[in-house]
């Protein structure tokens, strides 16, 4: 399976908003519901169904989410249109159903958007769903409705069951501090960290799936003081990043340019696209991923032990990105492309609210509901929200950035 070759970015994330995770939203399950059609019961080929990465339950506003992709692979002779899939738990409760539209989004060919699966080829069905934090079954199966091409009839395959991990998200510390601070990231952008596969030693993996970009904001939602296409003017430039928790440094990089301009950042091969870095794992095996770092600025080397809260390096503008912004990301091994994305949950942040048109994204304040619930406890963060670690400090601007 082949992706291009291009890294997520903050560039993927200037888009409407098509829907928000708020508590009491279960997003799958709300989606259009397809009328009934009894499904043929002949036996025949159709897709091999797997899921390379067990969902493991991680609280969100309040809410259990759960996070994983379905690869549909045709094994047919015929092309195949997905039709309809719900994800049922084993006392045949749905926990899931996505039809119609909501499917056309989800579902994704590697070659592109499309619920038609020609022969040989693979799809990919991105799920996120909510449970009550009390109440998350022990296993999942998708059942796949489906049309052969030619043939008006409707059919079925029930997968097997998959096993939720029981094991809870990593607890950690905050990687900046103050705030405001947007929590970027949204499962529905097509070239979103979510989204974006990369085939590194020969096996397709997903390091960004709960992959954050924090962009610092000031309180009226602005990023930039003073001319916005110059590096040192972003608000948060310069900002001291910290290790989230104990570990040994075993990956960085110091010596990627930064572009004075944002205009003017070039395009960067693949394995450069994360910039200045650090890698730090944990104590768990863990590891977790600081990018887009400010070059000269990384303080700590292979092979330090470091201390939760110690500063690492400063936010920058390196590799590919858009604006001065922090990318952070948890993975199960020491590979920036090569690793698959893990959940984790921050000990403990304030929500401040949500931005609900990432169009005016900068440009606009940020929405803050009336039924907030500010502190947050062992929680991800939503999506696009906008939160602080510890104290709001007023963000006057700095004298001296370059």
């Known amino acids: 399976m082949n992706v291009a070759p291009q890294r997520a970015s903050v560039a993927g994330m ?41 969902p493991t339950p991680v609280r969100m506003l309040g809410r259990a989410q759960l996070t994983y992709e379905i690869h549909l692979t045709n094994f047919s002779d015929s092309p ?21 539209e909501a499917l056309e989004r989800r579902l994704t060919r590697v070659s592109g958007p499309g619920r038609a699966v020609a022969p040989g080829y693979r799809s990919i069905l991105f799920v996120e769903t909510d449970l009550q934090p009390g109440n998350v079954p022990r296993s999942l199966r998708p059942v796949i409705d489906y049309k052969v091409a030619g043939d008006d009839r409707l059919f079925r395959t029930e997968a097997p069951w998959q096993e939720i991990r029981a094991a809870s998200p990593v607890v950690l ?32 993996r997903l390091p960004g799936r ?3 970009d924090f962009i610092k904001l000031d309180l009226q939602g602005r990023t930039t003081t003073g001319d916005a296409d110059r590096t040192g003017d972003a608000f948060g430039y310069g900002d001291d990043v910290l290790a989230v928790a104990d570990g040994e440094i075993v990956g960085m990089r110091d010596d990627v340019a930064e ?24 104590r768990n095996g863990q590891v977790a991923f600081y990018e887009h770092l400010r070059p000269g600025n990384v303080r700590v080397r292979p092979g330090e032990r470091v201390r939760q809260g110690q500063v690492i390096g400063t936010l920058g503008f390196t590799g590919d990105t858009t604006g001065p912004h922090l990318h952070f990301h948890l993975a199960d091994a020491n590979s920036l492309l090569g690793a698959e994305g893990v959940p984790f949950v921050f000990d ?33 963060p939503g999506f696009n929200t906008v939160l602080a670690f510890g104290t709001v400090e007023s963000l006057k601007p700095r004298q001296t950035r370059r």
Do not use: C
Not at 185 to 194: A, Y
């Open 14 to 54: 200037i888009r409407p908003i098509h829907w928000l995770l708020l508590p009491g939203l279960a997003l799958l399950s709300a989606f259009g519901q397809a009328q009934e059609e009894a499904p043929a019961t002949i036996a025949r080929q159709s897709f091999d169904v797997t899921v390379p990465q067990a």
């Open 80 to 100: 195949l249109t997905v039709k309809r899939v719900r994800i049922v738990d084993p006392a045949d409760r749905i926990v899931a159903d996505v039809a119609g």
């Open 173 to 204: 510390g905050p990687p900046l501090a103050g705030g405001p601070w947007a929590a970027v990231h949204d499962p529905s952008w097509q070239r979103g960290h979510r989204r974006v596969f990369y085939t590194i030693d020969g096996r397709a």
């Open 210 to 212: 709960y992959a954050i």
């Open 259 to 282: 572009s004075p301009l944002i205009s003017r950042n070039p395009a960067h091969p693949l394995g450069e696209g994360a910039g200045n870095y650090v890698a730090l794992r944990l």
């Open 348 to 380: 403990r942040f304030t929500l401040l609210g949500r931005i609900d048109d990432m169009a005016q994204f900068g440009k606009a304040p940020w929405h803050a509901p009336m039924d907030l619930t500010p502190e947050r406890r062992r929680e991800w």
